[in-house]
T-cell receptor, first 110, second 117 residues
Framework: KNEVEQSPQNLTAQEGEFITINCSYS?????LHWLQQHPGGGIVSLFM???GKKKHGRLIATINIQEKHSSLHITASHPRDSAVYIC????????????FGQGTRLTINP | KAGVTQTPRYLIKTRGQQVTLSCSPI?????VSWYQQTPGQGLQFLFE???????NKGNFPGRFSGRQFSNSRSEMNVSTLELGDSALYLC????????????????FGPGTRLLVL
């Protein structure tokens, strides 16, 4: 079983829809990162969470440490949000070593 | 501040050759991590350097090696290239001081796309 599981693997939605991407994990973590990767490969770190909830613009990330689960929400989605979203764990052992989910490919149609 | 830079951006090699990739971290960052991304395996951690010392290592064969210089710039080397080494190689930098509970945001470079023929 993978240490990190993301769902869904692919998601297509219409502009304006509310988007939720889920990440479940099985190991103890010091932090969880949400990353965004656009075509061409560049990766941007969106959030780093160790508890609770963070918001940045239309993006919201939550984490439940007890349930080992995190969600990334996008409100009022836009075609420019189309990208691959990756959940990555910083395990308690070896915190500088990120363990990645397989990613969720999000496509927002106008 | 300038972001993380990687050179070269694209590279074509043949099987059996070796390759060296370079990463310059954000000024002041002392941790550099290297990752391999392939369509089949996704993103995988290669190794992490802090103050010229390898601090963490992933599960890759010894053909993959790296080093870090006193100015925090890092290089990774792959010897005896195989077709399966074709991938996007990403490096990321962070201040590196915080371990354990807090974690740190990592800043990624644009990657080097390696094609092995």
């Amino acid at each position: 079983k993978n240490e990190v599981e993301q769902s869904p693997q692919n998601l297509t939605a219409q502009e304006g829809e509310f988007i939720t991407i889920n990440c479940s994990y099985s190991v103890g973590i010091s932090a969880l990162h949400w990353l965004q990767q656009h075509p061409g490969g560049g990766i941007v770190s969106l959030f780093m969470l160790s508890s609770g909830k963070k918001k940045h613009g239309r993006l919201i990330a939550t984490i439940n440490i007890q349930e080992k689960h995190s969600s990334l929400h996008i409100t009022a989605s836009h075609p420019r949000d189309s990208a691959v979203y990756i959940c990555a764990l910083a395990p308690i052992q070896g915190a500088q070593k990120l363990v990645f989910g397989q990613g969720t490919r999000l496509t927002i149609n106008p | 501040k300038a972001g993380v830079t990687q050179t070269p951006r694209y590279l074509i090699k043949t099987r059996g050759q070796q390759v060296t990739l370079s990463c310059s971290p954000i000024s002041g960052h002392r941790s550099v991590s290297w990752y391999q991304q392939t369509p089949g395996q996704g993103l995988q951690f290669l190794f992490e350097y802090f103050s010229e010392t390898q601090r963490n290592k992933g599960n890759f064969p010894g053909r993959f090696s790296g080093r870090q210089f006193s100015n925090s710039r890092s290089e990774m080397n792959v010897s005896t290239l195989e077709l399966g080494d074709s991938a996007l190689y990403l490096c990321a930098s962070s201040p590196g001081w915080v371990l354990g509970l807090a974690g740190e945001t990592q800043y990624f470079g644009p990657g080097t796309r390696l094609l092995v023929l």
